[in-house]
């Protein structure tokens, strides 16, 4: 889909401190690691993350680089309103407006990621909710998703980034009709965490539909309870969980780190 957004460049240089350079790490770990899991989609989808100090500003993957492909020094730095502000290139034009609207919407999403990745997607393909709740994994996410039912097509302005922005609401998840799944979270380790364990949690549940036979959903009490086990230290386990995908691709796939 060739759609790229037209931006100017307006270089700066108060965009390399410390803890932007570490975002941009972080941000390229999961790109990579999601094309490792088989979660890219070509040159498609897109992960964005608030750049650190500088809240009208996001990180996001320039269109024409798949996933594995990504290095920190690659992602673009834009403005809410489309300008470039460092790197080459620019982000897809249906990242800009979805990822702009979320990151100027909702004072939640730090880091914001939409894919296309195939049992999560085939789940906003089908009628009803996407979850039954009958897999441990899943309840990781009862009472955080949110039902986008409302396709219309490629996301080509920002009245399409803000409706989907309002779907969203309070949630952290939310399951595009017929197109894919979006994750926010409050920091970039904290959305790969949601995003396997989303994928992981739609996988099994595909696979268990698969066998014809009805599922036992797990009852709403215990999945509250269970819910709340599991979300207790969760900002902590997804911060190890981001330190491992990076220490894995340090052997599997240097360079990824780059930052020149």
């Known amino acids: 889909m060739a759609h790229e957004l037209k931006t100017r460049s307006q270089e700066r240089d108060d965009l390399d401190t410390p803890e932007i350079r570490e975002a941009r790490i972080d941000l390229a770990a999961c790109l990579r690691m999601a094309a490792r899991l088989g979660l890219q989609e070509g040159i498609c989808n897109h992960f964005s993350a608030l750049v650190p100090g500088h809240p009208d500003l996001f990180l996001v993957n320039p269109y024409g680089l798949a996933f594995e492909e990504v290095r920190a020094a690659d992602l673009v730095i834009c403005d809410f309103d489309g300008n470039v502000a460092q790197g080459s290139g620019a982000p897809e034009a249906t990242a800009f407006h979805i990822h702009a609207q979320l990151h100027r919407l909702n004072p939640r999403a730090v880091a914001a990621f939409h894919t296309h990745m195939p049992n999560a997607t085939a789940l906003a393909m089908t009628e009803g909710e996407p979850f039954v709740y009958a897999g441990q994994t899943s309840l990781k996410f ?3 998703v949110a039902y986008d039912r409302q396709y219309n097509g490629l996301a080509l302005d920002a009245s399409e980034g803000e409706r989907i922005a309002m779907a969203m609401g309070d949630a952290d998840i ?13 920091t970039i380790a ?5 995003l396997y364990y989303l994928e992981r949690a739609a996988e099994a549940q595909v696979k268990a539909l698969s066998t014809g036979r009805p599922l036992v959903p ?28 990076r220490r894995i691709l340090g052997r599997a796939s240097p360079g990824f780190d780059a930052l020149e």
Do not use: I, Y
Request: aromatic share 6%; net charge negative.
């Open 142 to 144: 009862w009472g955080r």
């Open 174 to 186: 939310v399951f595009m009709q017929n197109h894919g799944v979006m994750v926010v979270g409050p």
């Open 190 to 194: 904290e959305a790969w965490d949601d």
């Open 218 to 245: 797990v009852s709403p009490q215990l999945a509250e309870k269970t819910a709340r086990q599991m979300r207790d230290g969760d900002a902590e386990s997804a911060r190890m969980h981001l330190a491992s995908v």
